[in-house]
T-cell receptor, first 113, second 112 residues
Framework: GEDVEQSLFLSVREGDSSVINCTYT??????LYWYKQEPGAGLQLLTY?????DMKQDQRLTVLLNKKDKHLSLRIADTQTGDSAIYFC?????????????FGTGTQLKVEL | DAGVTQSPTHLIKTRGQHVTLRCSPI?????VSWYQQVLGQGPQFIFQ???????GRGNFPDRFSARQFPNYSSELNVNALLLGDSALYLC???????????FGSGTRLTVV
């Protein structure tokens, strides 16, 4: 199928860790991405992982990839109120002579004081 | 360096009209892609252009068309607008066809 799936909502307290999960479908995807979208704004690339990697860490962000289960997760350490946004995972897929991103439905992260 | 710029930022059109949305990629980026994001959903792929040629097309009707100019900027055209075309239209550029997409802030289209 075409669907990339994410849970719709996540609520955490400031200072806690957030874990956002995603399942994708195309085992041939070369890159998997996490984007952040704040209200009324475009998409901000947070991080990405190459499909032959299991883990990638970038400051407060940790990406875990389980290629066997087609499962991707984003962990945000020490979550802050500024992290409140919608987070999208996306997989890259070949399309003709190019490439397209297939996005999940997005997870709305709410950070409470 | 300027990021991906899109114009206009907001637009209101009437059903049946046509619309042209514009995108300027990051300097040096030769690939431009267009996505439609309906409220409450993730972006959906419409087109990709690389070196002025169409390299991919999503599941959108022929009312949607696009082109890329010699300076790598791009236009998305939508004819015979429907209420369901109301969405945020996002443009993304990359230096090649497969990786490193940077998105613009989008054009919010409202069809009434």
């Amino acid at each position: 199928g075409e669907d990339v799936e994410q849970s719709l909502f996540l609520s955490v307290r400031e200072g806690d860790s957030s874990v956002i999960n995603c399942t994708y479908t195309d085992s041939s995807s070369t890159y998997l991405y996490w984007y952040k979208q704040e209200p009324g704004a475009g998409l901000q690339l947070l991080t990405y992982i190459f499909s032959n990697m299991d883990m990638k860490q970038d400051q407060r962000l940790t990406v875990l990839l389980n290629k066997k289960d087609k499962h991707l997760s984003l962990r945000i350490a020490d979550t802050q109120t500024g992290d409140s946004a919608i987070y999208f995972c996306a997989e890259s897929r070949l399309t003709g002579g190019g490439n397209k991103l297939t996005f999940g439905t997005g997870t709305q992260l709410k950070v409470e004081l | 360096d300027a990021g991906v710029t899109q114009s206009p930022t907001h637009l209101i059109k009437t059903r049946g009209q046509h619309v042209t949305l514009r995108c300027s990629p990051i300097s040096g980026h030769k690939s431009v892609s267009w996505y439609q994001q309906v409220l409450g959903q993730g972006p959906q792929f419409i087109f990709q252009y690389y070196e002025k040629e169409e390299r991919g097309r999503g599941n959108f009707p022929d009312r949607f068309s696009a082109r890329q100019f010699p300076n790598y900027s791009s236009e998305l055209n939508v004819n015979a607008l429907l209420l369901g075309d109301s969405a945020l239209y996002l443009c993304a550029s990359s230096s090649d066809r497969g990786h490193g997409y940077t998105f613009g802030s989008g054009t919010r289209l409202t069809v009434v």
